[in-house]
């Protein structure tokens, strides 16, 4: 499976952020990894600019599930597209949360981001009071069925645990291993068993903590945020990833 390390940048970042690409494309250039960076809008076409021509691509945090039209403020995935992006993230916790995003919102936006040639990268992940009532692999499951379209191909599913996006909490190697062996197997069920979905884990991935993580099965990479917003914290999770076999 192909493996990804994947710095989601939220509303954070400037136009001096975009000098950490050198590094990045270095640690990437060693490790071998696939490496997407995904800074706020206004960032990036300087960031597909800086980045042309190295192995680190870039993509998006969100889009509008429609092409263009009267709707102040949003983006569409063509205009991504045009800008140099590669991918963009879908349904993000954040985005549900602060914009309402339905899983039919989301699936939406799933469909306008293939028809514009990005990759989807769709986050699932449940909150902590679902995890504590055992509905974890419920919750994801049904998320993940009603986000998708139909034949759904050539994306990047994350599981993120609401309650460990930016907290400093993960939850354990088992836990984590548990879900992402659900996923794999679901994704076989929904998309076929040669469709090749990299499953990336997301939520307080650090330098520290991320080869363990991406040594269990079925882990094949992570969204990174806090941690993506600087070289020295990014590129040891990237050569994390890289040694890997
Ligand atoms: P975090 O965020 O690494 O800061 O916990 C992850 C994410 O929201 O994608």
């Not at 493996?3 to 939220?10: E, H, L, Q, S």
């Not at 889009?63 to 045009?82: F, I, K, P, R, W």
Request: glycine letters at 10%; aromatic letters at 4%.
């Amino acid at each position: 499976m192909r493996k990804f390390a994947i710095g989601n940048w939220k509303m954070n970042g400037n136009i001096a952020s975009l000098k950490m690409l050198g590094e990045v494309q270095a640690a990437q250039a060693l490790s071998g990894v696939s490496v997407v960076i995904c800074p706020p809008y206004p960032l990036l076409h300087a960031a597909t600019l800086a980045s042309n021509g190295s192995g680190v691509e870039i993509g998006a945090q969100s889009c509008h599930h429609l092409a263009n039209g009267a709707h102040t403020g949003d983006v569409s995935s063509d205009l991504l597209a045009d800008v140099g992006a590669r991918y963009v993230i879908i349904g993000h916790s954040e985005r549900r949360a602060d914009h309402h995003e339905s899983n039919s919102a989301v699936c939406a936006q799933f469909q306008s981001a293939k028809t514009a040639g990005l990759t989807p990268i769709l986050c699932i992940g449940e909150t902590q009071a679902e995890r504590a009532a055992g509905r974890t692999i419920e919750v994801i499951s049904s998320q993940l069925k009603a986000s998708l379209p139909p034949q759904a191909q050539a994306f990047i599913l994350a599981y993120e645990p609401i309650w460990a996006i930016g907290t400093g909490l993960i939850p354990s190697l088992d836990e984590i291993a548990q879900v992402h062996a659900f996923l794999a197997h679901q994704l076989a069920e929904i998309c076929g068993s040669d469709s090749k979905i990299s499953v990336l884990y997301g939520g307080s991935v650090k330098a520290s903590n991320a080869a363990q993580i991406f040594a269990l099965p079925h882990v094949d990479g992570a969204l990174v945020g806090g941690a993506s917003l600087a070289a020295k914290d990014f590129c040891p999770i990237v050569t994390a990833l890289g040694h890997v076999q």
